[in-house]
């Protein structure tokens, strides 16, 4: 049984090379693809209006280019920031909601006791208010920031 596992283990991870090698074979070629078309269409700006305007129309394209890679990682960014946020936020409503950390911190007040759970409790809400402050005001930087 053991073996078996190990075995399917390596002819997936072979597979993974292999499409991962061919992958990457077809970048490369991508890329010299696009390496030879903008040399031809360099060459024809450089035959039929000279070197400036094909230097110059070769830095617009690039420039293109840049800018939208740069507004989709922008975008992609901010888009996770948010998914991140709300995971967080529906996880402490997870957990406060959940009946076993409810009944576990019955338990816990049964066991210490009323008036010696008020100050831990108190400082408990402190420290909460301080992360709560923290997190608030990083928030706000981030938002000034872009």
């Given amino acids: 049984m053991l073996q078996r596992l190990i075995n399917d283990a390596k002819t997936s991870a ?18 010299i693809s ?5 040399a031809a269409a ?9 070197a400036v305007e094909a230097c110059l129309a070769g830095a617009a394209l690039f420039f293109v280019m840049m800018l939208i890679a740069v ?3 922008m975008a992609r960014k901010r ?11 529906a996880t ?4 406060l909601a959940d009946p076993i950390m409810i009944a576990t911190g019955l338990q816990i007040v049964r066991a210490i006791g009323v008036k010696r759970l008020i100050p831990i409790i108190a400082i408990g809400g402190l420290a909460l208010g ?7 005001a990083g ?6 920031q872009e």
Avoid: D, P
């Avoid at 696009?34 to 903008?38: D, G, P, S, V, Y």
């Avoid at 888009?79 to 936020?89: P, S």
């Fill in 14 to 31: 072979g597979n993974a090379l292999q499409l991962t090698s061919l992958a990457g074979a077809a970048a490369i070629a991508l890329l």
């Fill in 34 to 38: 696009l390496a030879f078309l903008c």
């Fill in 42 to 50: 360099f060459v024809y700006l450089l035959q039929h209006y000279g």
């Fill in 71 to 73: 507004g989709v990682y």
């Fill in 79 to 89: 888009e996770m920031r948010r998914r991140a946020e709300r995971a967080a936020r």
């Fill in 92 to 95: 402490a409503t997870a957990a």
């Fill in 130 to 136: 301080l992360m709560a402050s923290r997190s608030a």
């Fill in 139 to 144: 928030a706000r930087e981030a938002e000034e």
